[in-house]
């Protein structure tokens, strides 16, 4: 086993490393090409990926996401000429990835979307639309929006093409938020009863041409680089059963899911619902990693430093303490199987910070370290990165560790860095 001390210090006296930060970038230098299709909380910058990929990848190798969220760590390596791998449990997350890592020959695709927009012009309040049934769609939308919504969803589901399909899906998916009475200024579902909706017709041209410009971008610089047929696969699964064979992959770059992972079916419960992903946001949650509602039967922290967090929360809190335990648990998981895909040399960077539930520092960071270490990794480097900005609530409520609002008299600040763990399978 490690030494957890060694590893505690290792963290608490880690430098900031400012050149991982990219304070300089803007939102355009980090949502080009295909990457500003549609919004994503706790999303990392793809000039990590691109830094981390040049220098552990060469061209032609495989790099996997175990967690790939909206496939920025697949669309990176696509355009440097690598192949990739991955999965996510969200079914939300995958459509987003699909369309980004997919590059649409361009003439086809405008084809493809005036056609779309002669039948969306045929729309009058006068027709007759099947609306969606589910009662969270009728909490969140106003009646004329939901009945535009309903029609433009039609239209899209009757293409033939799935390329063009999932495309103009992403599209639609990510105006829904606008379209809606969700406080627009907040990633927390939040209504707000005082907002006029954005016009869906409006917004869904306005988004499709955006996507159509990042398209046109991606598709010529994969022609350019000869990198079109570059293989990008993505699956809808669980990150302890990865779709890759035994000392298949070289690189894994990723940023798992924090310990309350199930807030994000809260937070893309807009798609989830009308695209008809789940019909019960409550059996949704359960498919994520450290749900209260897995089976704590077989907890194997195989961390000291995990078993001290757990004990300090028992203090304060059983049920924390168990989805702690389970998160952790489950995390272990997946680095056996992060081990099992991984060639001997290969290597991980995982992206992750620490947090605190109910006054107690969860330290993932350093479980991780530990946890990996002991399944037979070793360090290679670990990087302290400020985060100037990142799209996810980074304000809690100190006593339950829901997110919180800034005026909350119990808030606290989460995350303001984060470590990237790179880890050599031995």
Known sequence: MTDKNKIKNLFEFAQIDFSWSFSEKTRKDTTYLTHGYHHYPAKFIPQIVSRIVSKYTKKGDLVADTFCGCGTTLVESKIMGRKSIGVDINPVAILIAKSKITPIEPVKLSRYFIDLKFSLDSYSDSLEISLPKYDRIDYWFLENEKKKLAFILSKIVKIDDLQIKNFFLCAFSNILKGCSIWMQKSNKPTRDLSKIPY????????????????????FNLLKEKNFLDIESELFCSDARNFPAKDCSVDLIVTSPPYVTSYEYADL?????????????????????????????????????????????????????????????????????????????????????GNTSLKGVEILNAEVFTEQLENLGFKIVEIIKREIPSKNLP????????????????????????EFILIMEKL
């Open 199 to 218: 016009d869906p017709f409006l917004s869904f041209f306005k988004q499709i041409k955006s996507m159509i410009s990042g398209n046109l971008e991606f």
């Open 268 to 352: 893309h419960q807009l798609s989830i619902l009308w695209l008809d992903y789940a019909e019960d946001l409550f059996q949704f949650r359960k498919k994520f990693i450290g749900s209260s509602y897995h089976s704590n039967d077989k907890i194997f922290l195989n961390s000291f430093i995990a078993q001290e967090i757990i004990d300090d929360l028992l203090k304060k809190d059983k049920k924390t303490a168990e989805e702690v335990s389970i998160y952790f648990s489950e995390m272990n998981e997946v680095f056996l199987e992060m081990k099992r895909i991984l060639k001997v040399g290969g290597k991980t960077a995982i992206v992750v």
């Open 394 to 417: 980074s304000i809690r409520d100190e006593k339950t560790g829901k997110f919180a609002k800034l005026t909350d008299e119990n808030k606290v600040f989460v995350y303001p860095t």
